[in-house]
């Protein structure tokens, strides 16, 4: 008997369009029977395969028969396919080619370009500005004393850094944050209406049009910046990017290059206030603070799962997979292993392997922006904390909003006394 015939479908599948399903109180449980009863699970309701092990994770990412290429699978299943073209025609021409929906010598080009504009000395180069955005934001909450922290305090940070990271301007920040939230709401929930959707094609449309203002800034006059490198910079073959692709590579960057930050930022706060004896230690340097904050991202949970289809037909782990078939690698599910990490339900700076957390996909895929996001979220902190003698968060369950690959609190009100 197998294991999958060990227990009852009822208690190991779960809806994922199911917003009550993905939240932690459900998910989690559901997850840990997955990993101890059937890690790599085919799962009827869903119909795709259930990744739910650390080892069998840290290895489908390392292995090139689970590809990016994904569009198939995507969101758009809402609209029919014969009326995509007229009705979504910018998330059919462009997503297709994102970064993080390509394999190969196309995933290859676009990396090659992205890590040599984004290098440790760039990101390094923004440190004065996270800093001084730090303690304005500081500053901020201290006058509001109270108010929405996602809101109010924490979007201004990633948000303002990613556009002098590219070189926008400014004004251009509310704008990306209804842009950022109607892209989200239309490719990143676990089911989008096909009106979610029109949103988003609206959203990159307009993104589209600022971009190529931009663009055309910098052929006629480079500059300092992300984009200028983009736009110039030639990848390994000494051919440069194409406009849909540095289009497609700002696509990401304003949307998952800031949001998750966000995210990050909020969920990592209400921890920090949550556990005051581990934010005593990040913040009396007794941990080197780019590993602690691996084992933050760890505890919260905000990156939660990742998509792949299966390239060819193979065995893994056991389980005969099929070409086409669709498997989607919990790393929520990996960094709560107890296998990998005892006791995973504790916040914990010292423990000795926040090397192996999974946040930021490792493999060929690994997030081109983990160094900036760490380094914004170090910088912040470090910043903020120490202003207030009390942080009390006002809600006493933040409701997290309704997206599957990446989680945050759309709202988290706080009391900050000095």
């Known amino acids: 008997m197998s294991l999958q015939e060990k227990i009852s479908p009822q208690d190991m599948d779960f809806s994922m369009g199911d917003l009550e399903s993905i939240s932690d109180e459900k998910l989690l449980p559901a997850l840990a029977r997955l990993r101890e009863h059937a890690p790599v699970y085919w799962s009827e309701r869903n119909r795709c395969w259930q990744i739910t092990k650390y080892d ?47 394999d190969g010598d196309t995933h290859k ?83 989008a209406s096909a009106e979610a959707l029109i949103n988003a094609d609206r ?22 910046d992300f984009l200028t490198q983009l736009v110039t910079l030639a990848d390994d073959s000494n051919n440069v990017l194409s406009e849909d692709e540095v289009l497609g590579l700002c696509h990401i960057f304003l949307t ?16 920090l206030v949550k556990n005051p004896d581990q934010q005593k230690i990040l913040l009396g340097g007794a941990v080197e603070p780019l590993g602690a904050l691996q084992e933050l991202l760890r505890y919260i949970g905000m990156s939660t799962v990742q998509p792949r289809v299966a390239a060819t037909d193979f065995e893994f782990a056991g389980q005969q997979i099929k070409k086409g078939d669709v498997a989607f ?39 081109v922006g983990h160094y900036l996001a760490r380094i914004e979220l170090d910088i912040f902190f470090r910043a903020f904390l120490p202003k207030f003698s009390k942080i009390e968060i006002l809600e006493e369950k933040p409701v997290l909003s309704p997206t599957l690959t990446f989680r945050g609190f759309a709202h988290l009100n706080a009391r900050f006394t000095v």
């Open 329 to 367: 690698l919990w790393i929520l599910s990996a960094n709560n292993d107890p296998q990998r990490f005892p006791e995973p339900g504790k916040l914990d700076f010292t423990r000795g392997n926040v090397g192996d957390v999974v946040t930021f996909g490792p493999g060929l895929h690994h997030c």
């Open 203 to 224: 959203a990159i449309a307009e993104m589209n049009s600022m971009l190529r203002v931009e663009i055309a800034k910098r052929l006629a006059a480079p500059q300092q």
């Open 109 to 191: 080009r676009l990396r090659s370009v992205t890590t040599k504009a984004l290098s440790k000395k760039f990101v390094d180069s923004l440190k004065p500005l996270i800093q001084s955005l730090s303690v304005e934001l500081t500053e901020k909450a201290v006058k509001l004393h109270e108010c929405d922290f996602a809101r109010d305090i924490a979007y201004f940070l990633p948000a303002t850094v990613i556009l002098t990271l590219l070189g926008l301007p400014l004004e251009h920040l509310e704008k990306v944050r209804e842009w950022n939230r109607a892209i989200t709401a239309g490719l990143s929930a676990a089911f």
């Open 256 to 271: 998952a290059g800031h949001e998750t930050t966000v995210n990050s930022l909020v969920m990592g706060l209400a921890a």
């Open 56 to 102: 069998d994770i840290a290895a489908a990412f390392q292995d090139m028969r689970f590809s990016n290429v994904r569009l198939s699978f995507s969101a758009l299943r809402s609209i029919p396919e014969p009326e995509r073209a007229q009705r979504i025609p910018n998330l059919l021409r462009y997503i297709q080619g994102w970064i993080v929906n390509v």
